[in-house]
């Protein structure tokens, strides 16, 4: 049994995969969930939601994510990671909720998987040169190995005398689960291969495949020769399984979820990493002054990702920078970024614009995702300024995929300053440009398109700081509360005052460090030893958020709204210290 | 699986405690009712006397039973306590309705944690109990009583259709309470009546430990709404949880913490399966010891 678990069977045919659905396979026991996404990528997946294990075969196909019926929890194309629980909209979910995914391989008409087969799908000579064309699949109930000795009695006419009487069968190979017939009558001849997938112990599919397609004038006839004529084959062989013992059915082995996602999952811990490699794979200028960049993954596959993730790009000068993915729902083959040139930049936006090139390989961090996307709005309006618009396109092309209300409200200078045209074209009428405006008529505008707030509508910003307040302060001057206005800085313009020297203790740590005047907690956390994520460290992007339990914080980022930071439970240690001589962190 | 004999190691407090095995408006006079409870066949007979007699074939012998609310109940043991009191079903401006047995294939634990869940209302009862995108489960309460019962409070969903009389949607509060491993019942505000609840019970009959059947019985308050359409609505409801339910793996509940992934929406069903655990209630579920 251990040998078939290593190699590759056919689970379905390419035709059990018409567009959006999701097609209900099993192999060995083990139930499939299989789908093929709108980029043309077929998905074998176990067939369980790792919330309450209902089966996945049941949920929706979008095109781009697969979502299961009970709760609506969405996992992603390729990847299987799970991308929203609409029961907690405001949270991202935990990277590690990811479903087992098993792999595919579409050939012959058919789409093959296995539990951990051996190296690649072998080749099958017969099929190679001809036009393959796969017969309706006879599910037999009875053992696999029983069906493939029959099978050998199988008996039929080549495709171009489908009415004769007389072929010779000869079969060329035999093997298991696995047989090669060919039938040669007079002149004419056609090979049959045909393929034993055990199903369960007493269960089985046979997959025939001709290796060349029936004239169109003959494929109805051909056909229903091979349906009838294995169908027969079917009854004789039930009624022989029917006088064997019944075996055991399989009991294949359901894999236990990480210890981490056993109880609520938490934030991992990670410091700055950057474990990921990729390759440019294109670089273009999307806009004026602002460069496309298309990462592709050197190796594995890229992790998943959620609307308004932003990664940490390592430059070749050293320098580490965060930037958004646009990509839309199921884009799991890459990530896109837009990267705008600063005029006085550090060094960041200069080293990808001038000295990254395609073809070179970056180190990337998984994505994180600090700006997590509510899918339960009423509505949701998007007001993006500049580069600003790169998370709100991600954000965008999610609700758009889904039907969901919103409009993105593009600032820009001109349109040719726009990024992403072909993507925004896409969009359609929820894309509203406002161009070449001054400061004061975009307070107009500003005020003009947040005057009618609704409970349950929501707000996302992001764009310069000034554009940002602005928009922050008219939202709420318009009756937006502070838990429907959502916003990303690109930077922390403030200056940062690190004069203050204070003692923090580490509750679940049991250690009181000092911070003295200079240094950030993060630093001093990192000398010690703890790890924790961070990503910007300048507090703008959220990563080092950290729950505080006592003391009195002196806020000095932007990531924090103001009901947040007068909350007093939360701190970015990242830049923020003490007004207090002491403060406990939950770390 | 099915080949465990049920008296070796059945769980004492379920053998020895009350199930309902049919509602009574659904039995005739004098023609027998097959059903199963543990995997043990039951023939129980309603006499015109209006005597009942539940029966074993395998044994001959007769079990306890009783008629109460509607049901008929049996035990397999000797009980040593009653029924559970409903005090809702001595108010006089309720309806008390059966509402009508409907048989799943899937453990009877599973329905008991369907039951408790509100965040499936949006995707399962579409336009009734939930709709998008009004899909947050907001924070709640959850605590195992003094009497050793399992309560969840403060619960609050947004609901279009709360109830057959509900007039355009509201935040609903809920409140649920699992009595005994197989029973649980749940109160929500009336839509006329705001400061008072309807309740719902929810007796769930273990057929074997992977087919149960869900006996609600709904105390509803009179107050503009009649009988059928309670029963109506609740079948309603059902009806549509049970293709979800008949596609859950596996059948049982698992008790390992680690076989499924729980969410903070899911604090009751984390807690029932904790409550069932130091029951050591196995009939029905997975255990974490695999």
Known sequence: METQHRKWHPIAASSDLPLRHTFHGQLLGREFAVWRADDGYVNVWENRCLHRGVRLSIGINDGAELKCQYHGWRYANRTAGCTYIPAHPADAPARTICNRTYPAVERYGLVWSGETPDGELPEISELEAGSPCALRAIPVNAPADLVTKRLAEYRFQPNAKIDGQGAEITVETAQDGHLSLSSVDGEVSTKLLLFVQPVDSNRTVVRGVLSDRPKQEDELRVFLHHSRRLSSLRDLIEAEAAGLPVPEPMQPVIHRVSEELASMPEQTLSGRTAPLRVEVSRKWETAAGIAGLKLVPVGEQLPTFQPGAHIDVHMPNGLVRQYSLTNGPGETRHYTIGVKLEPDSRGGSQCMHREVREGDVLAISEPRNNFPLRRDAVKTLFVAGGIGITPLLSMARALHHSDLPHELHYFSQSEKHMAFPEVLERLGSGVVPHLGLDPAETGKQLKAILSRYQPAMHLYVCGPGPMLEATRKIAADHGWPDNSIHFEYFKNTNEVDDSSSFEIDLARSVMTLQVPAGKTILAVLRENGVDVPSSCEQGACGTCLTTLLEGEPDHQDVYLNESEKSSGNCIMTCVSRAKSGRLVLDI | ?290
């Open chain 2, 1 to 290: 699986m099915t080949a465990r004999r049920v008296n070796d190691w059945l769980e004492q407090e379920l053998l020895d405690d009350w199930h309902v095995i049919a509602d009574l408006e659904s039995m005739e006079v004098g023609i027998d009712r097959r059903t199963k409870l543990f995997g043990v066949d039951l023939v129980a007979t309603v006499f015109a006397t209006s005597e009942i007699r539940v029966e074993r074939p395998d044994t001959g012998r007769s079990v306890a039973s009783q008629k109460k609310y509607g049901f008929l109940w049996a035990s397999l043991g000797s009980p040593d306590r009653d029924v559970v009191e409903i005090s809702e079903a001595r108010e006089v401006d309720r309806h008390l309705v059966t509402g009508g047995s409907i048989a799943v294939n899937v453990s009877g634990l599973r329905l008991v944690e369907n039951f408790l869940d509100m965040g499936h209302f949006p995707f399962i009862h579409t336009d009734y109990l939930g709709v998008e995108p009004h899909t947050e489960v907001p924070p709640y309460s959850v605590e195992i009583s003094s009497d050793d019962e399992l309560w969840t409070r403060d619960c609050r969903f947004f609901q279009p259709v709360a109830s057959p009389t509900a007039k355009g949607g509201f935040m609903v509060d809920y409140v649920y309470r699992v009595i005994r491993p197989y029973t649980v019942s749940l109160y929500k505000s009336n839509p006329n009546q705001q400061e008072r609840m309807d309740s719902i019970y929810l007796f769930v009959q273990p057929v074997d430990e992977e087919n149960c059947v869900a006996h609600p019985y709904l105390c509803y308050l009179k107050d503009g709404i009649d009988e059928a359409t309670v029963r109506w609505f609740m079948q309603l409801i059902f009806a549509q949880d049970k293709p979800i339910l008949e596609n859950q793996f596996p059948k049982r509940l698992p008790l390992d913490p680690r076989a499924e992934t729980p969410i903070r929406a899911d604090a009751s069903s984390v807690f029932y399966r904790r409550w069932l655990r130091s029951h050591k209630i196995n009939y029905g579920a997975i255990t974490a010891a695999g």
